[in-house]
Each structure stands twice: as structure tokens, then as C-alpha cells.
């Protein structure tokens, strides 16, 4: 086996090696690049492209925090990832909740600054001046025999040592399995719903009805009658003068008895089933999905838990692989930013000789755990409320209404 060692590999000099590139590991990337500290990017992809990245997302308050800890031309790359770009950067809105079976807004998540960003955008945007090793899958991590590295190895037989290892690598993170194994606490948990989604491009006329009723770029609701939660945002805007539209549409429920009604149904005819009973304008953008549109179920899993051996302060986890959670608050990849900038932190100090980095790593999960153990549970009670019309109208619900923490 090859034992390859990354760039600054000797025990006395800091090196982080990054287990996954995404949203989460990829900002500690460029924070440390900032900082002028040692890391290698290891990701299983084979390039940035070679995977469908999703839809969209939001970023919150998190956005100044992100300006203030990735070089300048990545934040400018990031931005240009808005699937609105007419709406500037400095943009501060609300998101409308809407009665589905009305249209009618009913309530406003409070106004922040706010930018609504296409998933690939951001991620590509995030690898602009780094050199990602790509195609390498973590197979296991081992300590080195002194105990002052840790040494990742992986499927291709390749192996690189650093003094740091963080496993950044999604919500089901091999890291977090080999770093909480017993009784399998590393398992995420099934949410207690099932949900499926599309994209598909749609008119300019459907968009401004959209636009007029509810809101130009993003919207969620639950419909009283069934309790089926939905969520549209525009993805892209036309920019050769044309006509049609890119957005995306999601709905969840959560399931009563065996679902027989679905039985021998396609993706595509449940995803029609599940909105046939919403809002005329909703059903008519449901009317312009074409054959072709790729329907899917979305897997929603969540780790409560947020708590693993970090191997004396060596080896830990950032992201979706430290609290993966229910998307109802839209809060998951912020908080993931926010992990990579306040490790990013704490490694500095390191880096600085302020304090060893098995006590950096200790400062970071200090307000990491606390603050994404917090998200997990806010999350998973916001899932519960998007699906209780009820609940939402006669007692209110902070977890899916209230403002955002990050
Ligand atoms: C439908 C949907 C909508 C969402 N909408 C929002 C939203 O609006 N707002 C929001 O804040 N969040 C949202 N989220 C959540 C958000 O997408 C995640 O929280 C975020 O992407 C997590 O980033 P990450 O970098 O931690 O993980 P990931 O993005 O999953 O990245 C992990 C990376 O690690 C790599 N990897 C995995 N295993 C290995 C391995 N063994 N070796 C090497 N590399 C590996 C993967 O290929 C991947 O590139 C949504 C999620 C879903 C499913």
C-alpha cells in the first residue's frame, strides 16, 4: 500500500486532511486557506460535476460570517449562484407560509438578510483556487504510532497523514461510523415522513401569477385538508431573453396506515395525487410538468445525537456528519458553514501556539454539540409542525415559523 503523504504532513506543523467536499467541509477548506494553514480535500466525487447537487438553498445570518472567513473571489462565485441575481446580495426578506388550499399567505418567517442560492452554484463556487485530491472514498483512519497524527486511507489503497482529521463527508458520514461505533450510535434515524420532489421549467406567465399571489422566489405551506406540506422556489431565470422558468416543487406527509392509495403508483402520479387538492395556481404549475421531469423520493434522516470519541482531540466532524437534521427550518448547510468558519477559528489558534490543537478541536465541538444538538431538535419539531395544519393555526410554531439562529 501506498503511504502518501500530504502536503505538510510532519507532526510539528499543522495539517487538517478534510474528509468530503461539500458545502461544510469545502468552507473549513477556504477559511484555512485564508489562514494560511495546511489541508488536503479529499472527496469521493470524481469532479464537481459528476453528481447531481439537488435545488436549491438558503443562506441566513450565515452569510456574514461566510463573507468574513472565505477568500473574496469565492464569496463573489458563491453569489453568482443566485437564482434571482436581480435581487442583489444585500437582499433582507421574509418567506411567506401559505394555507395551501387557499393560496393565501398566512404568516411570514421574519425578514433577515437572505439569499437564495442553486446548491451546485454554492458548491462550485467553493472550490474555486483549491486542489481537491477527487475520486478518493475514505475507507478506514488509524492512528500513527506516536499518536500525534492520524492517518486516512483510502479505497484506491492510498493512505496520507496530518496532525487533524475532520470527516466533513455528509449526513452519512463513514468518519462519524468509525468514530461512533458502539451500539451503532453513528445510525441516523428515519423521519417520521415520507417526501417527494421535482424540477421542471415552467412559463413566465405561471411565474408572475406566482410573483403576484404569493412570492417571486420561494414559499412553503400545508395544505388543512390533508396535512401535505409544500415547498416551491425559482432555480433559475432565463438569461437568453427566453421564456421558460426553472423551479422546483417538494411535498411531504406524514403517512396514515399502510398507504395502500399509493400502491403501484409512479413517482410522477403521487407527486400529482399529493398537490391535486392545493391551490389553482400550484395545481396549474403541476399541469405544466412535463413527461420527461424527473420525480424522486427524498430519504429524510436525522442524527440526534451529535456526540462521538474525537480520539483525544484528533479526529472530528463538521456538517451534515455532525448533526444531520430535518430540512423544515431550511437551517442544515448553515450550520455546516458555521462549523467549518468556527473550526477554521479555533485550528488559528492552534496554528498560532495559543493552544494545542487537540484543544482547538475541544473549543470548536464545545459550541459546535450545543449548538447543533439544538438545531437537530428544533428541526425535527419543525418537521412535526409543517405537517399539523391545526396546530400551526391555534397555537403557532415557532420551529417552523420563528427567525433563524444561524
Ligand atoms: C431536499 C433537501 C433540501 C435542502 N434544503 C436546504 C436549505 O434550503 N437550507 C439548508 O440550510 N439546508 C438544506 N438542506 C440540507 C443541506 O443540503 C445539507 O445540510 C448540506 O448540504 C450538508 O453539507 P455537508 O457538506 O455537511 O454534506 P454534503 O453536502 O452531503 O457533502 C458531503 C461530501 O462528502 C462526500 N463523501 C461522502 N462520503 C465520503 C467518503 N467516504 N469519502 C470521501 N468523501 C465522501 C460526498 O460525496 C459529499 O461531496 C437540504 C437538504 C435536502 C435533502
Redesign the pocket.
Request: glycine share 20%; proline share 0%; charged share 20%.
Given at each position: 500500500m501506498a503511504i502518501q503523504q500530504a502536503a505538510q504532513p510532519s507532526s510539528q506543523k499543522l495539517h487538517v486532511l478534510i474528509?468530503?467536499?461539500?458545502?461544510?467541509?469545502?468552507?473549513l477548506a477556504q477559511a484555512l486557506r485564508k489562514y494560511n494553514i495546511s489541508f488536503t480535500v479529499?472527496?469521493?466525487?470524481e469532479s464537481a460535476t459528476s453528481?447531481p447537487?439537488?435545488?436549491?438553498?438558503?443562506?441566513?445570518s450565515t452569510l456574514v460570517t461566510l463573507e468574513n472567513h472565505v477568500p473574496g473571489e469565492v464569496y463573489d462565485a458563491i453569489c453568482q449562484a443566485q437564482v434571482n441575481p436581480e435581487a442583489g446580495r444585500d437582499e433582507v426578506r421574509g418567506v411567506p407560509f401559505v394555507n395551501l388550499d387557499t393560496g393565501k399567505v398566512e404568516h411570514m418567517v421574519p425578514k433577515s438578510k437572505r439569499l437564495r442560492l442553486r446548491?451546485d452554484g454554492v458548491?462550485l463556487g467553493l472550490t474555486k483556487g483549491l486542489d481537491i485530491l477527487w475520486g478518493?472514498?475514505?475507507?478506514s483512519i488509524s492512528r500513527k504510532g506516536d499518536d500525534n497524527a492520524i492517518c486516512a486511507t483510502?479505497?484506491d489503497g492510498t493512505s496520507y497523514t496530518g496532525t487533524v482529521l475532520v470527516g466533513?463527508?455528509?449526513?452519512?458520514?463513514?468518519?462519524r461510523r468509525i468514530l461512533a461505533p458502539d451500539n451503532n450510535a453513528w445510525e441516523n434515524r428515519r423521519l417520521p415522513c415520507n417526501?417527494i420532489?421535482t424540477s421542471y421549467y415552467i412559463s413566465g406567465a405561471k411565474v408572475n401569477e406566482l410573483r403576484e399571489q404569493v412570492d417571486p422566489l420561494y414559499f412553503f405551506g400545508t395544505d388543512p385538508k390533508t396535512n401535505t406540506y409544500a415547498?416551491w422556489?425559482m432555480l433559475e431565470q432565463p438569461d437568453d431573453g427566453g421564456m421558460m422558468y426553472k423551479m422546483q416543487l417538494?411535498f411531504s406527509w406524514i403517512p396514515s396506515g399502510d398507504e395502500r392509495e399509493l400502491v403501484g403508483l409512479s413517482p410522477a402520479e403521487v407527486f400529482k395525487l399529493k398537490g391535486a387538492t392545493m391551490f389553482p395556481t400550484l395545481r396549474e404549475v403541476m399541469a405544466e410538468m412535463p413527461e420527461d421531469a424527473v420525480v424522486s423520493y427524498?430519504?429524510?434522516v436525522e442524527w440526534p445525537a451529535v456526540a462521538w470519541d474525537n480520539w483525544d482531540g484528533m479526529a472530528t466532524l463538521?456538517?451534515?456528519?455532525?448533526h444531520?437534521?430535518s430540512?423544515y427550518?431550511?437551517?442544515?448547510?448553515?450550520?455546516?458553514i458555521i462549523?467549518g468558519c468556527v473550526l477554521a477559528d479555533a485550528l488559528k489558534r492552534a496554528a498560532d501556539g495559543v493552544v494545542c490543537p487537540r484543544k482547538a478541536v475541544e473549543e470548536y465541538e464545545a459550541e459546535m454539540r450545543l449548538r447543533g444538538k439544538e438545531a437537530v431538535d428544533v428541526s425535527h419539531q419543525a418537521c412535526l409542525d409543517a405537517h399539523d395544519y391545526r396546530k400551526i393555526e391555534t397555537e403557532g410554531s415557532f420551529a417552523l415559523l420563528g427567525a433563524k439562529k444561524v
Open positions: 474528509i468530503g467536499g461539500g458545502i461544510a467541509g469545502l468552507t479529499f472527496e469521493r466525487d453528481r447537487q439537488g435545488w436549491g438553498i438558503s443562506l441566513h446548491r458548491r478518493k472514498k475514505l475507507a483510502f479505497e466533513a463527508d455528509g449526513a452519512h458520514s463513514a468518519v417526501a420532489g415547498f422556489s417538494y427524498v430519504n429524510l463538521a456538517g451534515d456528519a455532525a444531520c437534521m430540512i427550518r431550511g437551517e442544515g448547510v448553515n450550520h455546516g462549523d
